[in-house]
């Protein structure tokens, strides 16, 4: 038997085959099943979702001996005369390759004769957006007036380049993109049948470099079958897709890591010399960089990832040397090198740049860094102008610490006093936060933006600023709720409230007397509080300014 085009052998030959498109097959059933064929049909999608294949299936549902079915029997001869592309009553035109008038004017005189055998004729236009103005109109004539026994269906890559007179006289469908799990479970599928050993990594590359078309999904799994035989390797598959190895993607982190730009150049003129498309590159970063963001934001997750375990305990290894809003930062500048790319004549000096902003990014500060680093610049003066006092100072936590742990004594009048961090109750609170980062480091990684821990009798609360609004939000499901009490009740050893709230402005013990006396403060008792925030007389001093007005954050 002849060697047969994977695309071609596993095409679909029923409309429960057709991937990804199940709202157009159930709508063109229904259709069949009432007996209410429109007379033109107008599939847009992108390339190789399955628009011909449905157009196909289709015809034979209406002309199949069987017929009109939802099931065409795919064995007689009108049905296996499609399969094969030669059926009489079945014309296909490509409009790509047929744009002239002349091939309408044909069309137009064959649509008066009724079908030589079958029970519909049926003329499959592809990219229809491609006929000249005068075909399109000698279409338009066809449409108007169609024959009973005439089926047209149009398929278009464009959808507005098809003029609107056309457009409406066709019923519409919207073929989608393919997603990359329907292609990789299709892959492997077809794999296995046909024998090929092949790893689900580079099942995956495939699926990758596809884009939501099944067809080139095909193709390019069966260039790899012609070029690797039936045991496939994945460094082949690599090299033969010209993907950017993970290697190479890492190793332009590490040196952005290391703040290495002398590497991060050699590295791109490795890159130029060896002739790879610098924005297939970018792009290769970008979705690195999305990865990194996403591991760190929701741990291993194999769904959101599409990389194997070994490649994911890396990507966690290499995300840990970056804060989100640095992976954010980085994805926005790549976005915005990857445009430039597009329309540049030096491609290579826009990536040279682009990487050079990240460089400069990385060194960029947050406000609470930024802070934590002046307070305790403060701190090294004041220790500076009083050695005597240094030793009381030395089990001061540190400011840079997401967390105040309070130890929840009532009489407590200090609000920015720091228990001893060998108190049982902060060990309890550094216990509970390691436990909830081993459980989901999800939920973890919410608290991170906490302002406060409280762990008081019997109750724990964590108090989120409103800047914060949205890990508080996020943190608020009752799920998270019941994880975070499960695991306090165990650790603290009897049942615990756990308590998440939105707090105006700096960390509050809810021992604050403060807090008791009144619900809103007056404006001199903000003034009085902002003015002991350790904090602001920190950035006081050191830019020399004061305050003029105190507002509170809504
Ligand atoms: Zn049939």
Known sequence: MSYQVIARKWRPQTFEDVVGQPAAAQTLKNAILQKRIAHAYLFAGPRGVGKTTTARILAKALNCVQGPTIMPCNVCDSCQEITAGNSIDVLEIDAASNRGIDEIRELRDSVKYAAARDRYKIFIIDEVHMLTTEAFNALLKTLEEPPPHVVFVLATTELHKVPATILSRCQHF???????????????????????????????????????????????????????????????????????????????TQAIIETDARQILLMVDQLVQSGRNLQHFVREMLSHFRNLLLVKIAGDDHQLIPLSSMDLVRLKELAGHFSEEDLTRFFNILVTTEGELRWSSQPRFHLEMGLMKILQAKRLVSIEELVAGLTDLMDAEKRLDSPAKEASQVNRPSSTSKFTVNSGSKTQSQPQVSPDPQTPFSNLAERLKSAIAQRSPMVSSLMDHAHGLQLMEGEIELQFTNQNRFYYEMLQSAENLEMIKELADSIVGRPQKVKVVLINGPFQPASS??????????KSQLLDRVKSDSNVKTFLDAFQGEITDVKELK
């Open 174 to 252: 919207n073929f989608r993109a393919i997603s990359h799990k329907e292609i990789f479970d299709r892959l492997n599928y077809i794999a296995s049948q046909e024998h090929v050993q092949i790893s689900q990594e580079s099942l995956n590359a495939i699926a990758r470099a596809a884009e939501g078309s099944m067809r080139d999904a095909q193709s390019l799994l069966d260039q790899v079958i012609s070029f690797c035989g039936r045991e496939v390797e994945d460094d082949q598959v690599r090299s033969l897709l010209g993907i950017i190895p993970q290697q190479l993607l890492e190793g332009f």
């Open 513 to 522: 007397t403060e807090d008791k006396s009144s619900q809103k403060p007056s």
